[in-house]
């Protein structure tokens, strides 16, 4: 169990519906990530947090959306999804602001999000 | 564009055997690498990291080499065992840039008894 708490685990939803995931990080990380894992790629970064702000945007569409919140859990809003958005959506935490020893990264289960 | 490659989607190795899992990249501002680990249905957990200023890192069974030159990365598992069977990726950043982790795309490993 690495601490970080995802919800929903699985999560099925129509085209052009939007769709709220869920994130609690380690207990004093203030760090929040998020991946996308879509079939036979590799975890694509989205989105950073640290202590409520932005800290690094990757390939996160326009359709996509995030915050931090002040307890520190986090939001990923996807709205008029996309057959595409189907896949592995992974949050990560870790207690200081940037990748380095000592600043290890842990992930938490992922939410299966599937679009019909 | 990927800057992190993991070249070998899969790899079969005899139990007791060394696995060896290669990475490649491609941006020259990275400068600390980490391989992460994957069972199914479980996230991804931290394995071994190194950064730029040594050339190799051991932990156990686990060895991570780093060739700057070549920015080429291997992690070797010796001796192999079957509950190493996994996916395993590799990751990197820029430490001195708001980077985050860039990840490989992985690689199966299956460590047959």
């Known amino acids: 169990d690495s601490g970080v708490t995802q919800t929903p685990k699985h999560l099925i939803t129509a085209t052009g519906q939007r769709v709220t995931l869920r994130c609690s990080p380690r207990?004093?990380?203030?760090?929040v990530y998020w991946y996308q894992q879509s079939l036979d790629q590799g975890l694509q970064f989205l989105i950073q947090?640290?202590?409520?702000?932005?800290?690094a945007k990757g390939n996160i569409l326009e359709r996509f959306s995030a915050q931090q919140f002040p307890d520190l859990h986090s939001e990923l809003n996807l709205s008029s999804l996309e057959l595409g958005d189907s896949a592995l959506y992974f949050c990560?935490?870790?207690?200081?602001?940037?990748?380095?020893?000592?600043?290890?990264?842990?992930f938490g289960e992922g939410s299966w999000l599937t679009v019909v | 564009d990927q800057q992190v490659k993991q070249n070998s989607p899969s790899l079969s190795v005899q139990e007791g055997r060394i696995s060896i899992l290669n990475c490649d990249y491609t941006n020259s501002m990275f400068d600390y690498f980490l391989w992460y680990k994957k069972y199914p249905a479980e996230g991804p957990t931290f394995l071994i990291s190194i950064s730029s200023i040594k050339d190799k890192n051991e932990d156990g069974r686990f060895t991570v080499f780093l060739n700057k030159s070549a920015k080429h990365l291997s992690l070797h598992i010796v001796p192999s065992q079957p509950g190493d069977s996994a996916v395993y990726f590799c990751?990197?950043?820029?430490?001195?840039?708001?980077?985050?982790?860039?990840f490989g795309k992985g690689t199966r490993l299956s460590v047959i008894a």
């Open positions: 947090y640290y202590n409520g702000e932005e800290r």
């Open positions: 990751a990197a950043s820029a430490q001195s840039g708001n980077t985050p982790l860039v």
């Open positions: 990560a935490s870790s207690a200081y602001r940037d990748p380095a020893p000592g600043n290890t990264i842990y």
């Open positions: 207990s004093g990380d203030l760090s």
